[in-house]
């Protein structure tokens, strides 16, 4: 199978894999107990923590048991320390872990407003339209550095000046920005970045927190024992990421650039023109006259593994709510599909997959009802 699905998910990468192996053969020790087994899992667990920490820099780290706990875990510090009383500016285009959670959250707790800034057309946001909206009760900003289902990347330094004027705490989804971009965590004023293992080939079942040292000073485990091959696989997923840096950005970019190029040209490619803009590891398309489900069941017959949005809204049929806060009718909004890539993708997957997309839109075409 050509799989085009790695926004979602990653396989675990080799170095990550056997280092999950090596850790929980050797350093199968609780880090929590006082033994020479257990204060060698603790040495173990405590590298990996600083591995992490330096991936970002001069941060303290929390791990969580996905990236959607990530987003929720931090979200919580920053408004139980404002007794969930205030003020909160996000947008509509935010990942389900975070749009769901704050909504409930409203619910919830009458003192707590919900306000969206407004998305132009690429999904930025636009420091100015943030400025406009911050009140003097304003506790908390969220948006993502990279959008997660056609990846514009935000001016996040602009918004985080805007917002360090006022005084409001910044928290950013980087979930599909972490090890695939720089994090101006310090230049964009801030507060917490979310992140998760599986999106770098490392494994399932972690996430983590960075918070700003001015934030939180001591690093976070989840309750109960530690797993320490996992965390230590992580840490070296991201060590492999940030080393590929800008040999994978410039690989990664020629084959979205190549995949746009091959489509179809009455496929809608979504997302900034800009390329410094514009995560190349994602690919928003919106299709002609073709709703993006049955485009991705078709795909999958053909041997290709595509998505028509975020893997967290599996089972949810309806419209994409990026594309809606993007100004399309619904109707439009369901014809969506996200191509994703790694580094391992090949040009002749890229080739295949686009061949057979141009074969399922003729397909298509020639027993559409006339």
């Known amino acids: 199978m050509i799989y085009l699905d790695y926004a979602a998910t990653t396989p675990m990468g080799p170095e990550a894999l056997r280092t999950y192996q090596d850790v929980a053969g050797t350093f199968y020790g609780n880090a929590n107990s006082l033994h020479t087994r257990g204060t060698d899992a603790a040495n173990v667990l405590n590298v990996s923590l600083e591995t992490l920490r330096q991936t970002i820099g ?48 409203a619910d919830r707790y009458p003192a707590l407003q919900l306000e969206d800034v407004p998305v132009d057309e690429q999904g930025n946001i636009h420091p100015k339209d943030v400025e406009d909206r911050i009140k003097p009760d304003t506790i908390l900003a969220t948006f993502a550095h990279v959008q997660h289902e056609i990846g514009t990347i935000r001016d996040i330094r602009a918004i985080g000046t805007v917002l360090a004027r006022a005084g409001v705490p910044f928290h950013s989804d980087c979930v599909q920005a972490y090890g695939k971009i720089p994090i101006p965590m310090q230049d964009a004023h801030l507060s917490a970045i979310s992140t998760a293992a599986h999106k770098i080939h490392g494994p399932k079942g972690l996430g983590a927190v960075f918070f700003s040292k001015m934030m939180e000073p001591n690093d976070e485990l989840p309750p109960g024992t530690a797993d320490v091959a996992a965390i230590a696989a992580f840490a070296e997923a991201a060590d492999m990421q940030m080393k590929k840096g800008r040999e994978a950005w410039t690989h990664i970019g020629e084959l979205r650039a190549k995949m746009a190029e091959r489509l179809p040209v009455d496929f809608r490619v979504l997302g900034e023109i800009v390329p410094e803009r514009q995560s190349p590891y994602i690919l928003g398309v919106r299709l002609p006259e073709m709703e993006g489900q049955e485009a991705m069941l078709a795909c999958d017959r053909e041997g290709i593994a595509i998505a028509t949005g975020s893997a967290c809204r599996s089972g949810d049929h309806g419209p994409s709510e990026t594309l809606l806060a993007l100004g399309y009718s619904p109707d439009r909004a369901r014809t969506f599909i996200r191509l994703s890539f790694a580094y391992e993708t090949s040009f002749a997957e890229v080739e295949e997959a686009a061949l057979k997309l141009m074969n399922i839109r003729s397909r298509r075409a020639k027993n559409a009802p006339r």
Do not use: M, W
């Open 58 to 105: 001069d941060v303290s780290v929390a791990i969580t048991r996905s990236g959607s706990e990530a987003n929720q875990h931090v979200i919580h510090r920053l408004l139980s320390a404002k007794q969930f009383q205030g003020h909160i500016l996000s947008c509509r285009t935010e990942h389900p872990s975070i749009r769901d959670y704050l909504r409930d959250l």
